[in-house]
């Protein structure tokens, strides 16, 4: 599976709506006014809703649910890399910026090549080189300002989150080449959702937004 420049246009603004959401509904250090929520519910009602609009959309499409119990499987076990991409993301909004959360997480691409070409499952071309000299070279220069520990903690999340997302991709490139993916994305996102429900209910349940601001980004973050 290749990583098309306008797909990947396409998922970076879709992104950048899900990080400005997200902030605005945690309130971290860098907003003025704290939403109130804390990465665990905003990452949880986030899962539901986005599963709550697949069921939509599926009923609209007339798309069946049902997967072949080994793929069912296997989307569900890739649900696993695809929850701690979504969780590491929204504590690293909740420690640095969007922008700089975006900018980390974009190594992605690069990430994703370099393993490709390791494992054989590309071609190696020197344009690509050059792309992911300049990738990783353009970190630390972002990176060249004086950061607190909890924020040197949040670059490091953001990291995490891409190479998260670098083996979920990798693993629905490798499981599902070729044919319909949304019945598995679905499963996916399913599986996330009851590790986050989970995980909400042994934290102690929910921590809801105080303010109106912030329940607009809890509401805007499926979208």
């Not at 119990?69 to 929850?83: D, K, M, N, T, V």
């Not at 429900?197 to 805007?220: E, R």
Request: proline share 5%.
């Amino acid at each position: 599976m290749q990583t098309h420049p306008v797909h990947l246009l396409a998922f970076a603004t879709s992104f950048a709506m899900v990080g400005i959401c997200t902030a605005l509904a945690l309130g971290n250090g860098t907003s003025a006014s704290g939403g109130g929520a804390d990465p665990l519910t905003v990452v949880t009602l986030r899962t539901l809703g986005t599963v709550a609009l697949f069921l939509l959309w599926f009923r609209i499409a007339g798309l069946h649910l049902a997967l072949p119990p080994r793929s069912r499987a296997i989307a569900a076990a890739i649900g696993i890399p695809l929850s701690i991409n979504n969780y590491l993301l929204n504590l690293a909004i909740a420690e640095i910026p969007v922008p700089l959360v975006v900018l980390l997480f974009y190594l992605w691409p690069a990430i994703t090549t370099a393993v490709s070409w390791l494992t054989g499952k590309e071609r190696f071309g020197w344009m690509r080189l050059a792309g992911l000299a300049l990738a990783f070279g353009g970190i630390p220069l972002a990176l060249n300002v004086d950061f607190t520990a909890a924020q040197m903690k949040g670059v490091w999340l953001a990291l995490g989150a891409a190479f998260a997302w670098s083996a979920t991709f990798l693993l629905i490139s490798h499981f599902f080449h070729g044919g319909d993916t949304r019945q598995a994305t679905l499963h996916m996102t399913a599986t996330a959702a009851v590790i986050f429900v989970l995980g909400s209910v042994l934290a102690g349940g929910l921590t809801l937004p105080k303010t109106d601001l912030g329940w607009a980004g809890v509401l805007g973050v499926p979208f």
